[in-house]
């Protein structure tokens, strides 16, 4: 429904177009990943097409976004496959840019990887693209003024929006464990803000943000026992709660160019706590604080060929975590305890077992979830009169055994018409829960067409 | 004798703003600069990329530019992958210079080093060091004599940077109009000292300005060409000095 809503909002702005600059602009981009090991195809989702569609009038703007997801083992059109991922007015008065509707933001001084960079939720689908296309548009208002060197940007997003992770996705290579029936808790103050203020410099800029928000990625809230099998003989259901922590994000970044160096650096400091929750059930509550940042180099060699380094860390400072159990779980635990029946000796064991989980991250760079130190280094040169790209990436884990090469190609076929592949390699070691490991076997080939229009 | 101190002083007014007075290298290349050059310029450009196998790009590009193109903002109008990329420079006098690029896919504004002048512009044959202007006084100067280039008498001006001033280029051998003072060819070479790119100007005059038509410059190890057509010229418009923001490299004011 809110799809036909923007369908018609958009007819609406038609005859608009006859005052107005009219502007519309894309790409087609089939592609496929094929996994290294058998050749066969990796089922997951992809962006075939992008349209932008843009109005101005006068000071005013009107920007839309629109893609078109499908996958190759089920293309049949449904609604769900059109994603509005932007849509928003911008008013640029004399002071600066005014921004209304659903949008995607980009903060931070680092390339692809900014811990301070909260605003957007990621796509987890898209990880392995650039810029905007792996964030998600929410609704929000912006204003920015430039006073001089000084920028000042001021945000407000009044409807959460969580990232999107492949949950049962038997293709995707990290999962997600998360029941099917778990329930989630949404923040009960959704307002969101951040105000971020940068300064220009000769040497460089120097910007400074504060946020505060709700996580983007969920944490453990809960357990509910559901007690009532039990009255015919089975083992009561746990019922699995997940919520999203308020988090304030206080971040510093900087780009300085120290001879024929470029330093891009971004440093994060997040403050994370568990909302209390008005539900009957078994809670875990967080109190913590972590630190992330991203220390980028780079250097040009010569005309065509660029080096670029990255090291990213995620630190937990401080963590307390606490489970607060209600009367249904003291009861169940009592009656195990104090019963010696051994056809509850597996229950016993399951209910042993719980526990609050580790503390993690929920907001920051999407690495965070991967390890809490990598670095990643790129080297992209041209040929051939820049009509074909080559790129080349090494991500080395410095946490456990773990290594991800990505080498690229682009060959420019005709004039907005690319041929693009790219491999990617994942090597992890025998560690338990190695990220890595888990990521060998999508290993791929992605292969595709772009077409600029 | 008094007709002919008249007749000297009128010959010097005459032949001061045609540069014959220029009698040393350094006078010559003050005497360019010193030349009368609009205000503030607004063109559209089509840019030509032609590789080594003849197979060509074509871009269109808006530029406003000021204080002789020590202030430019440009906006890439085509082709549809680099549009709506947009690239703002500008030179300061006491700093580093500041250049900052538009960069639409990724919704920011990415600040580069003005030290990577080497850099190519886009892909193309001009790099950033080529569309900075070259300071009067981080450079020696010498006349190396005179020639006729496409008929057009010129004075042969060779620019060496300074020592202690870090270029790309070793020296410029600058082929100047002795009747317009402007360049008509200006031949780069490289730190071996071999050339690495001959640009040709071609300039009209409007409002007593000379205002360039083209601009074709060549890479003559690569191959490769770039030919910088310019089109709807305007001049003293009176382009306001914060229009070079980055606020205005997110859209083109009209």
Known sequence: ?453 | MKLTIKTVLIGLLIALPLGIFAETGFELAKAMEDKISPKDMKSNMTMTLTNKQGKTRESTIRSISADDSRKQIIWFLAPADDKGVAFLKIEHADKDDEMRLWLPAFKKVRRISSKKKADSFMGSDLSYEDMTSRELDEYTYEILGEKVVDGIECHILESTPKAGVTRTYKRFITYVSKADLVSILDEAFDTRDKLLKRRVMKFRKDKGYDLPTEIFVENVQKGSNTRLVFSDQEVDTGVKANLFQEKNLKRMPK
């Open chain 1, 1 to 453: 429904m809110k799809k036909l809503i923007s369908v018609l909002l958009i007819l609406a702005m038609i005859p608009l177009a006859a005052l107005a600059q009219f502007n519309i602009s894309g790409d087609l981009t089939p592609s496929g990943m094929l996994r290294i090991n058998d050749a066969s195809l990796i089922d997951l989702p992809f962006r075939l097409g992008n349209i932008s569609v843009d109005y101005a009038y006068g000071d005013f703007e009107l920007k839309t976004v629109t893609s078109l997801e499908t996958r190759w083992n089920n293309p049949e059109f449904s609604e769900d496959m059109l994603q509005f991922r932007e849509a928003y007015l911008l008013w640029y008065p004399s002071f600066g840019e005014v921004k209304l509707g659903k949008m995607i933001h980009a903060w931070g001084a680092a390339d692809a990887n900014n811990p301070t960079d909260n605003l957007s939720p990621y796509d987890y689908y898209y990880m392995f693209l650039s810029g905007t296309d792996r964030k998600i548009g929410s609704m929000s208002m912006t204003t920015k003024a430039y006073l001089g060197d000084a920028q000042i940007e001021l945000v407000a997003i009044p409807q959460f929006k969580a990232n999107r992770f492949p949950i049962n996705e038997p293709d995707f290579p990290i999962q997600i464990p998360v029941p099917e029936d778990a329930h989630y808790f949404n923040p009960e103050d959704e307002l969101e803000l951040g105000a971020r203020i940068q300064y220009a410099m000769g040497i460089g800029d120097i910007s400074t943000s504060y946020f505060r928000g709700n996580d983007r990625s969920f944490s453990p809230a809960g357990l509910e026992i559901d007690r009532a099998p039990m009255n015919t003989g089975q083992a009561p259901v746990l019922e699995q709660h997940l919520t999203y922590r308020s988090t304030d994000v206080i971040g510093l970044d900087a780009v300085v160019f120290p001879g024929n160096w470029t330093l891009r650096t971004e440093l994060a400091y997040f403050r994370t706590e568990t909302p209390d929750i008005d539900y009957s059930m078994t809670k875990f509550t967080y109190d913590a604080k972590y630190l992330q940042s991203v220390l980028q180099v780079e250097y040009a060699f010569a005309n065509t060929v660029e080096l670029m380094a990255q090291y990213i860390s995620n630190n937990t400072i401080d963590s307390e975590s606490e489970m607060v159990k209600d009367a249904n779980f003291i009861a169940l635990e009592t009656m195990l305890q104090d019963t010696s029946n051994h056809a509850l000796d597996p229950m016993r064991a399951q209910f042993s077992q719980l526990g609050i989980p580790e503390f993690s991250a929920g907001m920051g760079t999407p690495f965070a979830l991967i390890s809490d130190q990598v670095i990643i280094m790129s080297s992209r040169f041209t040929l051939m009169d820049n009509n074909l790209e080559l790129s080349g990436m090494l991500m080395v884990n410095l946490d456990q055994t773990g290594y991800m090469t990505n080498l690229g190609t682009s060959y420019s076929i005709m004039e907005g018409l690319n041929l693009d592949a790219t491999l990617a390699y994942f090597i992890g070691g025998d560690e338990a829960g190695n990220r890595f490991k888990q990521l060998e076997d999508f290993s791929n080939l992605n292969i595709g067409l772009s077409y600029s229009f």
